[in-house]
């Protein structure tokens, strides 16, 4: 779901961003705001905002400044009627500055570029996998990961050419990682992406290590793995 504000103290622009919106972005929740400080009190985390610069109160610039320190990858759209304030923008790294009266032929073109921004952002953060332990805070690419290997209260995590050492257990970090990895093992869970080959006991990967396969687990993973080339699965040669 993508999260979008709208903040404008002219109603009929309010209304005319929210309608819009509506009509053209079926997978959006939206929120309106008349204030600057509205929006902030709200205190929400936004995927886009289209917001004035020319306001009662807090101004569009102040607000998107104190909006940065929350998001930082938030896509900002300004909507005004002053041509001037255009170099100010950038300093708050607007994505875009759309003038008023607003022409929904632009409004279109500016949105469906902003929506494709917005989703290969959300895309890249569903292959972010975050690991928070006592003792340090990791933020990996999923798509690297080789392999994790369950060492007691420790598990080793596997990528080219490093392998990453964290307190945590191997089923919780199971739940947080996509479908393309696998529990051949109760100490193992590998990443199909890098498989090159397999026998009944033993799983050999593009790099040249192998991971253990529990026999019980064979069969169950043989129509797994299957399913996952079936459906698209990546593989790293």
Avoid: W
């Avoid at 306001?55 to 320190?69: D, K, P, V």
């Avoid at 590998?190 to 069969?219: F, H, P, S």
């Amino acid at each position: 779901m993508i999260e979008i504000a709208v903040c404008d103290d002219e109603a009929v622009i309010r209304e005319q961003l929210e309608q819009f919106l509506k009509r053209n972005v079926s997978d959006c929740r939206i929120e309106a705001y008349a204030a600057g400080e509205e929006l902030l009190a709200a205190n929400k985390s936004f995927d886009l905002v289209f917001l004035d610069i020319q306001m009662q109160g807090l101004s569009g610039m102040e607000t998107a400044r104190a909006l940065r320190t929350r998001k930082e990858d938030m896509i900002l759209i300004f909507v005004t009627g002053l041509k001037e304030c255009v170099f100010e923008a950038f300093d708050v790294s607007a994505y875009h500055y759309l003038l008023k009266p607003l022409e929904e032929e632009k409004l279109g073109e500016v949105l469906e570029r902003a929506l494709g921004e917005v989703r290969k952002r959300k895309s890249q953060e569903k292959t972010k996998l975050l690991i928070q332990t006592r003792n340090r805070s990791v933020n990996l690419d999923q798509s690297a990961i080789l392999y994790l290997e369950s060492r007691g209260k420790k598990v080793e995590i596997h990528i080219p050419g490093e392998t990453i050492e964290v307190y945590a257990s191997i089923s919780k970090l199971e739940e947080q990682l996509g479908n393309s990895f696998y529990r051949c093992h109760r100490g193992y869970l590998v990443n199909m992406a890098y498989i090159m080959e397999y026998r009944t006991d033993q799983i050999r990967l593009n790099n040249g290590e192998e991971v253990y396969l529990a026999k019980e687990k064979y069969q169950t993973f043989v129509k797994t793995y299957m399913r996952y080339l079936q459906d698209g699965g990546t593989i790293h040669e």
